[in-house]
């Protein structure tokens, strides 16, 4: 399976190294030296990473054959796609790849169809999941213990707890969390890149405040409610 794991950014310096926006959480097992990536677009590629640093903050890569600030900056918003093994998993049983929750069917304890897990969105404080509603529209899910209760991959599905108004967001409210998780994380929406998704075990943190804005929201629209997204 292939995956984005990073983002070819300007040239830095007059020796070949670009700086690099890393999508994946595991840049140092993804991003070493001597790595062969694929590219898109492919005619750019593949590069080999002959050395990488962090410099204020950022990784630099170099690849080889690469030598100065020209032949860098031709690289410029070209994405690297790592081979990743399909069975591979993280080591944290709370984590998962964003490909592993991808398309996972959302149902409520009692057996209610939500719908489908469509995007992951990497909030500084949580992640969410996108989930499309048979008709059409959207809601978020906050990717906490509290709320998502079970994970089967094997079922391919996602049993959910929602709190008390949590599935009454708006549609505005689903794009503004999309555009804040893709300010973020520079990522655009059909990429599919190496991330992980943590589930957080405290709802306060992470859930609770999604819930009552939820709820908060679904209250002021008791008059004239509009069509959650």
Partial sequence: MQLVVARIGRAHGIKGEVTVEVRTDEPELRLPPGAVLATDPPG?????IEQGRVHSGRLLLRFAGVRDRTAAEALRNTLLIAEIDPEEVPEDPEEFYDYQLMDLDVVTE?????GRVTEISH???????????????????PFVEEIVTEIDLDEQRAVINPPRGLLDLDEADVA???ETSR??????????????????????????????????????????PEDPR
Avoid: K, N, Y
């Fill in 44 to 48: 750019a590629g593949p590069l080999t």
């Fill in 110 to 114: 009692d057996g209610q169809e939500i």
């Fill in 123 to 141: 909030l500084p404080s949580q992640d969410l999941f996108i989930v499309e509603r048979p008709d059409g529209s959207e809601v978020m899910i």
């Fill in 176 to 178: 503004s969390e999309r």
């Fill in 183 to 224: 300010t973020e994380t520079g990522a655009a929406p059909d990429d599919a890149t190496a991330r992980t998704t943590s589930r957080a075990d405290d709802a306060t943190s992470a859930g609770d405040d999604a819930a009552a804005a939820a709820a908060d929201d679904a209250t002021s629209r008791d008059v004239a």
